[in-house]
């Protein structure tokens, strides 16, 4: 059984930056995909990032250019580094895992078993 921890959330000044971690255990990393999804008070969980087992990237439109997702195979860790923040970008930020999603599926929350309890970012002066 996977488990996954977030950490690195808090409030930052509008342009600021934050990194998040994700930390993975019980499982095979090296297999996993690991994506980042968000939700906003009253708003649908959104996708943010993805890293495959392939280490292939992908991004939201709404995030590409400003934040990047990366992964150390040696600490069972996926990060989200997040700069130019700005007031949409607040929300509670959620990693998920699963060995077992393809491609064009990786963008939608449900297709993934394993989750994070969440962090909280809060972009505002």
């Known amino acids: 059984q996977v488990q996954l921890a977030e950490s690195g959330g808090g409030l930052v000044q509008p342009g600021g930056s934050l990194r998040l971690s994700c930390a993975a255990s019980?499982?095979?990393?090296?297999?996993?995909?690991i994506a980042w999804f968000r939700q906003a008070p009253g708003k649908e969980r959104e996708f943010v990032a993805a890293?495959?087992?392939?280490?292939?990237?992908h991004y939201a439109d709404s995030v590409k250019g400003r934040f990047t997702i990366s992964r150390d195979s040696a600490k069972n860790t996926v990060y989200l580094q997040m700069n130019s923040l700005q007031p949409d970008d607040t929300a509670v930020y959620y990693c998920?895992?699963?060995?077992?999603?393809?491609?064009?599926?990786?963008?939608?929350?449900?297709?993934?078993?394993?989750w994070g309890q969440g962090t909280q970012v809060t972009v505002s002066l």
């Open positions: 019980g499982g095979s990393f090296s297999r996993l995909t």
């Open positions: 998920a895992g699963d060995t077992g999603v393809i491609l064009s599926s990786l963008r939608d929350h449900v297709h993934y078993d394993y």
């Open positions: 890293t495959r087992w392939t280490k292939t990237t």
